[in-house]
Every structure is written in structure tokens, then in C-alpha cells.
């Protein structure tokens, strides 16, 4: 806890943050510590591409859908945002579930995952961007399209004969996961 890096958080930003994500004062200070190191022009901010240089997000085929999350309303994040961001992902602890990190705020994240026009409804072409990230070539357009109106229908979208009109709420997509534990599989240790 002794680095430069950790000294420049304020022992009231480390509370606040901890009130605000769950994180331990030690988790906390490791994430500081993290961003700073990815924050290559010491602005205080990070960007996307501080982002696609880390080297376990380049594997990822929802790479690119991740790193939007983080901005998903501006091009840059404080230290607060990241944090804030990451408690997504945190394992929920009983005493410490927090705005973010409950079963509806990873819902929201995946959710926000889905939503590419960031309109806040999943159309078609939303699911064809995103799996056409997971599976690149592997699958054919009209294969694709089979799987995306399957998803949508499970979904419980009204199907119109305007193709156009085809949408998930976030009430469906949450509903569609009623049975997915998504508390366990959205985590990861900090």
C-alpha cells in the first residue's frame, strides 16, 4: 500500500468507493494502482485503446463489446467509473451488494453488452454484430439469422411482419435469464 500510485487516493475516496462498490480498502488500492499503469498519458482518464492494450482483453471475441461498456456514455473514464464498472463483475457478498453488483446490475451490463446502437432495446442487427464477433465466419448468414430470431422469439419479443420492428426490452432479455445464475458466472476474483 506504501507505492506512489496508492498515496494519491485519499483515504475518503477509498471509503466512498468502498461504500459505493464492495471493494476491500486493499482491492481498491490494487485497481488504483492497475489504472494508473494503464493510464499512459497520466491524465487521470483512460481511453479505449488504454484499454485494447491489455493483453487478456485482446482473447476475448467480445473484446470490443467490453471496452465499449466502460464508455458506454463517454470517451473517457475517471478512476471512479472504472472501479464502479469493475464491481460488476466482483462476486456478490451478502453484506456488501451494492447498486452494481447485484443479479440486476450484471443483468444491465449484459444487457449493455447486446445493445451496439446503445439504443436501449436489442434488435436484430444488434445480436448479428455481437455474434457475429463470437463466431467470425465460422457460421453462415442465413444460419445466423435462424439463431438470432430463435433468441428473439425465446425472448418473447412480438414478432410483426415488419421485420424492422423486432426488438428485446431489457424486461424480456432480463426474463430470458430467469434461470441462468448469473450472479456466479458474471464474477471473478479482484
Known sequence: ??????????????????????????????????????DKSRSGF????????IPEFSVNPLCNRVIEAFFWESDEVNFTQFATL?????????RTVTEFNNREGKIKFLFRLYDVDKDGKLSKEDFHEVLAGLVGATVQDKEMEK????????????????????????????????????????????
Open 1 to 38: 500500500m506504501g507505492s506512489k500510485t496508492s498515496s494519491l487516493l485519499r483515504p475518503d475516496e477509498v471509503q466512498a468507493l468502498t461504500e459505493k462498490t464492495g471493494f476491500t480498502t486493499r482491492e481498491i488500492v490494487r485497481l488504483y494502482n492497475r489504472f494508473a499503469c494503464l
Open 46 to 53: 483512460l481511453r479505449r485503446e488504454d484499454l485494447q492494450n
Open 86 to 94: 469493475l464491481s460488476t463483475f466482483r462476486p456478490i457478498r451478502s
Open 147 to 190: 439463431v438470432i430470431m430463435r433468441a428473439i422469439c425465446e425472448a418473447g419479443a412480438d414478432i410483426k411482419d415488419d421485420d424492422d420492428e423486432i426488438f428485446v426490452t431489457f424486461e424480456q432479455f432480463k426474463k430470458t435469464l430467469n434461470h441462468v445464475d448469473v450472479e456466479t458466472r458474471l464474477s471473478m476474483p479482484f
